[in-house]
């Protein structure tokens, strides 16, 4: 069955940068990675998406050109290097696997399947 473990998250000073990791196993390939955030009081919202085969990225404007979302066959392990950190960046940060979806479907959490426990960025 698919499992996702995220972790890396943590404390950091706003400007700076956090490179938070999901080991994914378990699942089909082609398939659609994302992460998701959440902060209190907010709904849960998509930040970055990935395609797991051919390698296609998404973003949200709040996070495009800070965040790269990244992929790594061998270990199964899929990345998101955030930069230039902002408070209102902090809330637990979730992956999500699930299919492919045309425009904007890849942020809706309706369409991701499976979910990490999520791991805590805190920018302050």
């Known amino acids: 069955h698919v499992q996702l473990v995220e972790s890396g998250g943590g404390l950091v000073q706003p400007g700076g940068s956090l490179r938070i990791s999901c080991a994914a196993s378990?699942?089909?390939?082609?398939?659609?990675m994302a992460w998701f955030r959440q902060a209190p009081g907010k709904e849960r919202e998509g930040v970055a998406g990935?395609?797991?085969?051919?390698?296609?990225?998404y973003y949200a404007d709040s996070v495009d050109g800070r965040f790269t979302i990244s992929r790594d066959h061998a270990e199964n392990t899929v990345y998101l290097q955030m930069n230039d950190l902002r408070p209102d960046d902090t809330g637990t940060y979730y992956c999500?696997?699930?299919?492919?979806?045309?425009?904007?479907?890849?942020?809706?959490?309706?369409?991701?399947?499976?979910w990490g426990q999520g791991t805590q960025v805190t920018v302050s």
């Open positions: 999500a696997l699930g299919r492919q979806c045309r425009g904007g479907g890849w942020s809706s959490s309706s369409t991701r399947e499976y």
């Open positions: 378990g699942y089909s390939y082609n398939l659609l």
């Open positions: 990935i395609v797991t085969g051919g390698g296609t990225q």
